[in-house]
């Protein structure tokens, strides 16, 4: 019976356990041979192991150019915020305080006629005062621009009409030099203690603010009789509160500062211990 080829059960070599045929290098037992184009860098799949070496390094440049892309979005949206309607607002009343100026020395500035366009124009101001601020904070409004301009307008349209009407003979000068040192000597208190917290505006200072909002709109207004003297005592109530939350504040600064003080010691020791 004649005997099967060695060629068909897989030649010689394979008789005695020799290498594969076709296989570079497994009669020494070495591992294949890697092309020199994926020592270099580039792209090339290795046989056996089918993964493309160059592909990190695109992947990381595509990564880079998609955080690029980020930032420049992210730019352009902050940008379109300024353009919201709580610092639209804010704008408005800035324009109006000229408007109201012109308004308040119309003809002599003791016509009622013009007193009561001025009127109107300050209201609009102080109106838009209240609904700034509550959208900004419920809309997720808030921005560099409205953190500035908004007490700018405030003290502005404020600032503006005390003058007036002192200027005109309506109100004492004591009474506007006491409101706008407050309001000016408090911006310059939180800016100075700025960097140990933030002072919340408090339910007193918001009381401030309306009742001179509301003292300030009627002295306005060319009003007679008990109108006349209830302003008095509406203008009385604001003054009271205005010093009042004034030294409130000068106290929470103070506070502010020794707590921020005190805990920077308390890091700094911690540190070099």
């Not at 002295?219 to 003297?229: E, Q, S």
């Not at 009385?236 to 409130?248: E, I, K, M, P, S």
Request: net charge neutral; hydrophobic share 55%; with cysteine.
């Amino acid at each position: 019976m004649t005997g099967v080829p060695a060629s068909a059960a897989g030649g010689p070599s394979a008789a005695k356990g020799g290498p594969a045929a076709g296989v570079p290098g497994a009669a020494s037992g070495a591992a294949p041979s890697v092309p020199s184009d994926v020592v270099s860098g580039t792209a090339a799949v290795v046989p056996g192991v089918g993964v493309v070496a160059g592909a990190a390094s695109e992947a990381d440049a595509d990564s880079g150019a998609k955080h690029a892309r980020a930032k420049i979005a992210a730019a352009a949206v902050d940008q379109a915020s300024v353009w919201n309607i709580a610092n639209l607002l804010t704008m408005l009343r800035l324009v109006l305080v000229p408007g109201f100026v012109a308004l308040m020395l119309a003809d002599g500035g003791h016509d009622p006629a013009w007193r009561s366009f001025a009127w109107a124009a300050f209201s609009i101001a102080m109106i838009t005062d209240l609904f700034d601020g509550h959208l900004a904070r419920t809309y997720n409004l808030v921005t560099d621009f409205g953190k500035i301009a908004d007490p700018i307008a405030d003290k502005a349209i404020m600032g503006a009409a005390l003058i007036c009407l002192s200027g005109l003979g309506d109100l004492p000068w004591w009474v506007t030099i006491v409101i706008l040192g407050r309001e000016l000597g408090i911006t310059l208190l939180r800016f100075l203690v700025i960097r140990y917290g933030v002072i919340p505006a408090s339910r007193g200072g918001k009381l401030k603010t309306l009742s001179q909002g509301i003292a300030v709109g009627m002295y306005i207004l060319a009003l007679t009789g008990w109108l006349a003297t209830a302003r008095f005592w509406v203008m009385a109530v604001a003054v009271v509160l205005t010093v009042a939350t004034g030294l409130d504040y000068v106290r929470q600064a103070i506070v502010l500062r020794r707590q921020g003080i005190a805990e920077r010691k308390a890091a700094l020791e911690e540190t070099e211990a």
